[in-house]
C-alpha cells in the first residue's frame, strides 16, 4: 500500500499522485465512506509531516473518518471552533513573551484572520500521503494520531496554556 495507494476523487479533491503532504480542510459535514461534504474548504498543507499546527487544529473531540481522498478510514475529523481556540490560545501564550516582534503579531493576525475565512462546523485532516510513507498498516497509524499523538500535543499546549509547562514554549 505505501506509496501506491488508490486515489479517490470526489466533489473537488483529488490528487493525481504523491505529494508527501498533510492537508487539513473545514467542513460543515463530515466525510462518510458514500459522500464527502457539499463544500470543502482548504485551511492549510504542509509537505513531509503532519506539524503541530495541524494536530492541535484537530485537537477537540479528533475522531477517524473516511479519508476524501484515499480508501482506508484515515482522515481525522475535529471540532473547528475548539481546535481553533486552542490554537489560538497557545500563539497568545507565546505572543506574551515577544511583544517587542511585530512580526509575530501580524502572523497571528494573519492566521485568525484566515482560520475566520474558513470557518466550518470541523476540521479534516487527510493523513493518506504522509501516513503512507511508513511500511506500516496506515488504519492502525491514524488510530495512533487520535488516541496518541494528538492528545499529547494537546496536553502540552494546554499545560503551556495554564502556565505549568514554559519548557515545551523555548
Known amino acids: 500500500w505505501a506509496g501506491t495507494a488508490p486515489v479517490r476523487s470526489r466533489a473537488g479533491v483529488s490528487v493525481a499522485a504523491m505529494a508527501n503532504r498533510s ?12 459522500d464527502n461534504p457539499q463544500q470543502i474548504l482548504c485551511v492549510s498543507e504542509h509537505r513531509w509531516d503532519i506539524p503541530l499546527g495541524h494536530k492541535l487544529l484537530v485537537g477537540r473531540e479528533p475522531q477517524i473518518v473516511q479519508s476524501m481522498i484515499w480508501n482506508p478510514r484515515i482522515g481525522i475529523g475535529a471540532d473547528y471552533a475548539g481546535g481553533t481556540a486552542l490554537l489560538l490560545d497557545l500563539l497568545r501564550v507565546v505572543g506574551e513573551g515577544l511583544e517587542e516582534e511585530p512580526d509575530f503579531a501580524e502572523l497571528v493576525d494573519k492566521i485568525t484572520t484566515h482560520l475566520e475565512r474558513q470557518r466550518a462546523t470541523y476540521f479534516v485532516l487527510e493523513t493518506g500521503e504522509m501516513l503512507s510513507l511508513d511500511d506500516g498498516d496506515v488504519e492502525e497509524a491514524a488510530q495512533r494520531l487520535v488516541s496518541d499523538d494528538i492528545p499529547e500535543a494537546v496536553a502540552r499546549a494546554e499545560a503551556a496554556i495554564a502556565g505549568e509547562d514554559d519548557e515545551w514554549l523555548e
Open 23 to 34: 492537508y487539513l480542510y473545514s467542513a460543515d459535514t463530515l466525510p462518510t465512506e458514500t
